[in-house]
């Protein structure tokens, strides 16, 4: 049976597993019994942001499953595996507060038995915008999610807009594969000046946490922009890189706006919904950061691509 964990205050779970046998056998009774599960797939060092998935998740559903497992796969060799942050016993502590019933945290081994065979890959989503940057990246992601889904079998799995393109890859890979899911997308969590709750944030200077607030200063100017009538989405991008580029901490940013629904490129903002993506490095921590926005009502929409 899976192993129950020392109760936080007067709380009793969440209930710890870190085998998939175990999680199977602790979700076999209340799946027969018709609970809905909603899956929470987290990395850890859980804050803000996550709790807002977790309180979503456990207001849509009987049973509430948090996964934490730094996923080896999504990681290129330059990047921060090795010092990803990481606090299970924080990550418990906070699911206890939040209601979690199960937190799955398995270990590389266990997900990992041998080298996969298989590699899941959105094509041509995994590789543009930030999939140009970090080569593998979605792949690793698209698998380890679909292996989550195949484990868990949740009634809804619950993804933050933050990662605006990793939500979109997850959205297509359900549709394409026929899993049966509801893709919850939740809002971004912000801190008091702006800056997107992320597990990343702890590795900011103090110097760069208080310049990063510049990034949802720019997407605020991009959102009034469009609200205002700029149809042009290079004037946009070029604000939103002016904007950042003001903060001499900020280092180059990446900023694209795509048509929200298919991540396409446009050469008018017109009727469908846009999303302005940023990534900007600051020091050796690379930031994200997206919004979202009505486009122009009645207006032409011209598309590149799909
Ligand atoms: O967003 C994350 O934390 C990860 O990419 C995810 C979805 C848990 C897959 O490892």
Redesign the pocket.
């Known amino acids: 049976m899976p192993k129950a964990l020392a109760p936080y205050g007067s709380m009793m779970k969440p209930i710890l597993i870190s085998r998939i046998a175990d999680l199977r056998a602790a979700l076999s009774a209340p799946r027969r019994e018709g609970q809905s599960i909603g899956l929470v797939?987290?990395?850890g060092y859980l804050h803000r942001g996550h709790m807002a998935l977790v309180d979503q998740a456990r207001g849509e559903n009987g049973l509430v499953v948090v996964?934490i497992?730094v996923?080896p796969t999504?990681f290129g060799p330059n990047e921060d595996l090795d010092t990803y942050p990481r606090d299970l016993e924080g990550d418990l502590k906070l699911c206890a507060e939040h209601g979690v019933d199960i937190v799955f945290a398995p270990d590389v081994a266990d997900m990992y038995p041998e080298s996969m065979a298989t590699t899941i890959d959105v094509a041509p989503l995994s590789t543009i915008l930030i999939g140009a940057q970090r080569p593998g990246h979605f792949q690793g992601?698209a698998t380890?999610?679909a292996k989550l889904f195949n484990i868990v079998q949740p009634s809804r799995a619950y993804?933050g807009e933050k990662?605006f393109q990793?939500l979109t890859v997850v959205r297509r890979m359900v549709r394409d594969l026929s899993f049966d899911i509801a893709i919850v997308g939740v809002p971004t969590v912000r801190e008091a000046d702006g800056l997107a709750a992320s597990s990343r944030n702890v590795r900011l200077s103090p110097e760069d946490r208080s310049a990063a607030a510049v990034v949802s200063r720019a997407l605020d100017l991009a959102e009034a922009m469009v609200a205002g009538g700029e149809r042009d989405p290079a004037a946009v991008a070029q604000a939103v890189r002016q904007t950042i580029a003001g903060e001499s901490r900020a280092g180059t940013p990446a900023v694209d706006v795509r048509l929200a629904a298919t991540l396409g490129e446009l050469d008018v903002i017109g009727a469908a919904p846009v999303v302005v993506l940023v990534t900007v490095p600051f020091g050796s921590v690379l930031l994200l950061d997206q919004r979202e926005m009505a486009g122009a009502a009645g207006a032409n929409q011209k598309r590149k691509t799909a």
């Open positions: 797939p987290t990395m996964s497992f996923n999504q992601v380890v999610v993804f990662d990793q």
